[in-house]
């Protein structure tokens, strides 16, 4: 049988880990580290299934590691007692945050009623900002700041339509 063309790195520590038997959880952990490098580009797909295919195919640890061991975020040695942490690849995504501006606009379009549309400007401004900041960023609050900008911009045309008719009236008055 001919070797593999991986290293004979072995994450198991102690004389007889590389011919321990493999458990279906060793299995599952090395086929877990392929799948990452895999889905990072590090391998191609006829490789991947290959090395998937030996991986469940194992009987020893020393097997799985080979397999594994040119790839990051493989199975390291832990010393007894200390939890493992799960690698990167694992971890959940970190959810983005939302834009305090934006926030701020949709408060200042809902406040527009209250305060007779003496909100609505900055609903304006705010909601602008935000979003192009959302854009770049990419952090969550875009309808609030569209709800800041509809409710500024709608409150900013009543002022202004309240301004012309005052204006027309006067005029007409004489």
Known sequence: MSQPPYPSWQPWQGPSAPSMLASHADRERAVDVLRAGYGEGRMEHGEFEKRVARAYAARTVGELAVLVADLPQGPLPQPAGVMPVPPRTFLP??????????????????????????TGIPAVVLGHVARAEIRSRGELGDGLALTGLVLGWLSTAGWALVLVLLTVVSIAAG
């Open 93 to 118: 995504v970190p959810r983005p945050q939302t834009n305090a501006k934006a926030v701020a606009a949709g408060v200042c379009g809902l406040l527009c009623v209250p305060t007779m549309g003496l």
